[in-house]
């Protein structure tokens, strides 16, 4: 499965925005960018994906970059809700793969009032 | 809430014993995968199926064996338990396998292994 590295962690400011990055060198063409997120004592939480280009929904958004070797999950203005684990992962559809998300561990966002 | 119903929510047993963790897709999610959440881990993935079929495998040990059933629920069992099996699994399904299928999770099965 192709790998994605994201920062440990990151911190930001209540109704600032948040941007987290992660960097997948090692994309292939059938690899979807997906985003979950995993708040405290619940189940991951799926977010956004995309493929190529930005996309947009209620929850966030997600910058892809033209090579594709990276991608930004942004969310707009930060509540204290927000502060979870945040995973980037490719979904390959491929193969054998079947749709699984394999989870790397993630960027731990904490939000500051 | 995701739809997604697990059961038990927390399950307490000792080791060398066999327990069973039961989960409920959505409606007509087809797709169900099993996932093992431990402190020095993460979230592995385990086990999947299709429509009762299974479709992929991952870091599933020998002792722990999955099905999913004709009303499409599955349950995933774990025999000879031993301590280090103590950890949260997660259920989760999706409608397809696709890519543009997302997956629904749900709250888990805290199990520990006294």
């Known amino acids: 499965d192709a790998k994605t590295t994201q920062p440990n962690s990151m911190e930001s400011n209540e109704e600032e925005p948040v941007h987290l990055p992660c960097n997948h060198s090692t994309i292939s063409g059938t690899d979807y960018i997906h985003w979950y997120r995993q708040l405290p004592s619940q189940g991951p939480e799926y977010v956004i994906h995309g493929l190529t280009s930005n996309v947009n929904n209620r929850m966030a958004s997600l910058a892809i970059a033209e090579d594709r070797k990276s991608s930004t999950l942004i969310l707009h203005r930060a509540t204290l809700r927000d502060a979870a684990v945040y995973y980037c992962i490719l979904r390959d559809v491929s193969g054998t793969s079947y749709g699984k998300l394999t989870f790397g561990q993630g960027t731990i966002l904490t939000v500051h009032p | 809430d995701s739809g997604v119903t697990q059961t038990p929510k927390h399950l307490i047993t000792a080791t060398g014993q066999r327990v069973t963790l039961r989960c409920s897709p959505r409606s007509g999610d087809l797709s169900v995968y099993w996932y093992q959440q431990s402190l020095d881990q993460g979230l592995q993935f385990l086990i999947q199926y299709y429509n009762g079929e299974e479709r992929a495998k991952g870091n599933i040990l020998e002792r722990f064996s999955a099905q999913q059933f004709p009303d499409l629920h599955s349950e995933l069992n774990l025999s000879s338990l031993e301590l280090g099996d103590s950890a949260l699994y997660f259920c989760?399904?999706?409608?397809?396998?696709?890519?543009?299928?997302?997956?629904?999770f749900g709250q888990g099965t805290r199990l520990t292994v006294v």
């Open positions: 989760a399904s999706s409608k397809g396998t696709g890519e543009n299928t997302e997956a629904f």
